[in-house]
């Protein structure tokens, strides 16, 4: 192991973006958004966001917008809240929030939530509590959280949670890592996290933890970088990160990089990807790795962005 190849990853993150006819990019098209959201973040939470063009990007994310205010991951694709909230998450990394038109962005947000007080994804009409995460992370970027049903909201998800103490993508859903960070999150924005069993998850959450010290996300699987991100971030909301060694994790996570080219992947001297290497620096930022900026568990953003969004700093 050693020490995280900084300049690497950066130059990985940035060859991605300029690699356009490449196999992955053709398929990947319509995660785009998305990409860009891990892989901006990446480069920020590193502290060298300045080698973006923040005028380029933010004019091809404005091209992405629909008519009906919501985003798609890539220009002439389908609006989706997945990609409305990581178009929101990069102008706001970016500091371009100023070129959205607010009121038009959160209503396609708040047309998504159902009777129920459960989201829907898109307009056909897919319901996952991770829906419920983005869409409240989204309108609480936007200032405007006080338009949906917060209490359906919240006690929609709260009927998605298990006897184990876990949450599941429907109510009965199996417990698994991602929904997990999606429901805590989505409990912390709207200031729900006491009506969560903090010890009962706690306990689930860092048995996720295996001998090489990554982390998988449900019993029985293998490690891998993404959920040092959902399982650590998690852990991080309920204040019970001390019951997992942070130490092995760290060294888990170093382990998976492409130490030659930058980037991260899943497992050791697998193939690196955008997503992994976004989720493997998160989480090493939110164990403070030296050098790295701090990040929100709940927003999956750098701290002092949200600091300028909700305090004016
Ligand atoms: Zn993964």
Known sequence: MGELAV??????????????DSFESLVMEHLTMSGAYWGLTCIDLLGKLDVVDSEEVTEWIMQCQHESGGFAGNIGHDPHVLYTLSAVQVLAL???LNVLDIDKVSNYVVGLQNEDGSFSGDMWGEIDTRFSYVAICCLSLLHRLDKINVEKAVNYILSCKNVDGGFGCSPGGESHAGQIFCSLAALAITGSLHLVDKDLLGWWLCERQVKSGGLNGRP???PDVCYSWWVLSSLTMIDRVHWINKEKLVKFIL???????????????????VFHTFFGIAGLALLEYPGLKAVDPAYAMPVDVLNRIFFGK
Not at 7 to 20: F, G, P, T
Not at 256 to 273: F, L, T, Y
Request: glycine share 6%; aromatic share 2%; with cysteine.
């Open 7 to 20: 300049d690497n990853h950066v130059e990985y993150i940035l060859s991605v973006r300029k690699r356009k």
């Open 94 to 96: 970016l500091n371009k």
């Open 220 to 222: 029985e699987k293998l």
């Open 255 to 273: 382990n998976c990089q492409d130490k030659e080219n930058g980037g991260i992947s899943d497992r050791p001297d697998d193939a690196v990807d």
